[in-house]
């Protein structure tokens, strides 16, 4: 009995250090999911990002094609933050950029733009 | 002449030409830190780089068929506009206008006492007053000439003055564009220099000028609507627009672009929306009048 | 006779009117300072619009803030009046320098001449 229980204690606290980290991983990744869908829907949404009045994205309708189609990203933009930077204010880089400065004349939020980012560098 | 020589000619002209400039530049400077890039360009120079714009991003488009907007270089709308136009919903309009016309003031007197041209005068406008000083639109002149007769002044985006000007502008087709901007007058090409300012200014909490869409991005689509050029931009109106319902003036759509890119509207008939108009029909200057027109 | 009967008009007045501030701003103290916060934002906001409108640069959202931050602070929910409110001013203060940055027209380099 005693030779089973010390031999158990260790197991299970190797199940807990291992747990505890999955736990953690699990937990991130559904909030990194959840911001990719509320992202989108952001995005999508025409009062916020209505990405899709300029650019082509998989599964969305009846897009514009003022801006390029929104595909690759991550190749397009390996530093997330320079693809944040692009939605913040795309006329700091190009001052004639028709892009809408999304954070720099207040369309969506600070948190809003971070979501915006998840979800555009997924595509 | 040897190579050589015609080099040290080339320099010797452009180091004469940079003279000349750097003190025409130091005069400029001097007069007030005038804008001097903007200002270097003349309306003709203006007309000319739309013109060649829109040539080289619509190269098999001929320049007659700038007057029909976005359906000179829109084909699937190309399509329904022509079908719209068999049955041209503005000719109501046409047929109020004329009544209008044709019914005497008050006092006895008719639109023909104003404008003895009348009433196919769209051409005539707009133009610089000198006396007025000040831009005179066609919708300001209807006004003017109420209000000299004792009649109430109409209002500027939708009501009476829209079968007015659609008759008139019924009466003018076929006539070309010409806006002159006086060279004795130097408040005439300062109206015209605002009005190119508005044209080229982002406003609105989406950051657009007109050329963010009208000439940089002209020919492709926000959503489904393909952008339209500026040259034609005001040979057709007032239009009758489907998704207003009714027929509207110039004005009341420069009110609707503003507001879309969340722009406050200028005023109708107002000093800066006049300039622009003043700009806007200069660049159209040899295009032929078509209005009142159908879109969508 | 004449300049007694005026200067005790005067004087009635000038009373009336300093009363009138007293009560004001014993009001004042009296309300809700969340209140008297979200009436400064408010006024700090339209200030703001007005010095965008004045380089012809105003946005239509910005009016729209503070029209409701109004309502809310009639409502008494001081704090969406005072967030709205200062959502309008930023706006205001970035309309403002939109339209100032552009007071020399700048040609956009993609219309070749």
Known sequence: ?123 | ?296 | MRTKRLLSVLLLAVTFVAGTGVTLAADAKAENPKAVKAQMEIDKADKARKKAASVESEWTTTGKLIKKAQAALKKGDYDTATRLAKQAGEQGEIAYEQGASQKELRMPSYLKY
């Open chain 1, 1 to 123: 009995m005693t030779k089973k229980s010390t031999r158990l204690v260790p197991m299970a606290g190797m199940v807990i250090l291992l747990a505890g980290p999955l736990q953690v991983a699990t937990v991130a990744a559904a909030e990194g999911a959840s911001a990719v869908a509320e992202g989108k829907a952001i995005s999508f949404k025409r009062s916020k990002g209505n990405c899709l009045a300029c650019h082509m994205i998989e599964g969305g309708e009846s897009p514009g094609n003022v801006g390029p189609p929104l595909i690759a990203m991550k190749a397009r933009y390996p530093d997330k933050a320079k693809l944040r930077a692009q939605i913040f204010d795309a006329t700091a880089f190009n001052p004639d950029s028709a892009m809408v400065p999304f954070g720099k004349h207040r369309i969506l939020t600070e948190d809003e733009i971070d979501k915006v980012t998840e979800y555009i560098w997924t595509l």
């Open chain 2, 1 to 296: 002449m040897p190579a050589s020589q015609v080099i040290e000619r080339i320099c010797l002209e452009k180091r004469h030409i940079m003279k000349k400039t750097l003190i025409k530049m130091g005069a400029l400077f001097l007069a007030g830190g005038v804008a001097l890039a903007a200002q270097a360009a003349t309306p003709e120079e203006d007309r000319t780089a739309f013109t060649n714009h829109y040539k080289f991003r619509f190269p098999d488009v001929p320049m007659e068929e700038y007057p029909n907007g976005a359906y000179a270089i829109d084909k699937i709308g190309r399509e329904n506009w022509e079908a719209i136009e068999e049955f041209p919903p503005y000719e109501p309009f046409i047929d109020e206008g004329q009544e209008m016309w044709e019914t005497p003031f008050a006092n006895g007197k008719t639109y023909k006492d104003c404008f003895s041209d009348g009433p196919g005068i769209k051409s005539q406008y707009p133009r610089w007053d000198k006396k007025q000083g000040m831009v005179i639109t066609m919708a300001l002149a209807i006004n003017q000439c109420r209000e000299a007769n004792g009649e109430k002044a109409l209002k500027y985006k939708k009501g009476p003055i829209v079968p007015l000007m659609s008759y008139m502008a019924f009466e003018s087709r076929g006539q070309i564009t010409n806006v002159v901007i006086p060279e004795d007058d130097p408040r005439a090409m300062a109206a015209y220099e605002s009005g190119k300012k508005f044209y080229f200014t982002r406003r609105g909490q989406l950051n657009f000028s007109c050329a963010t869409c009208h000439v940089q991005n002209t020919g492709l689509k926000v959503r489904t609507e393909v952008l339209s050029p500026s040259l034609g931009h005001t040979t057709h109106w007032p239009v009758y627009r489907s998704k207003w319902g009714t027929a509207g003036t110039l004005h009341r759509r420069f009110t609707g672009c503003n507001r879309n890119i969340r722009a406050k509207p200028m005023k109708a008939q107002g000093e800066q929306y006049r300039n622009l108009e003043y700009f806007l029909t200069y660049l159209s200057n040899g295009l032929t009048l078509n209005g009142p027109g159908a879109r969508k």
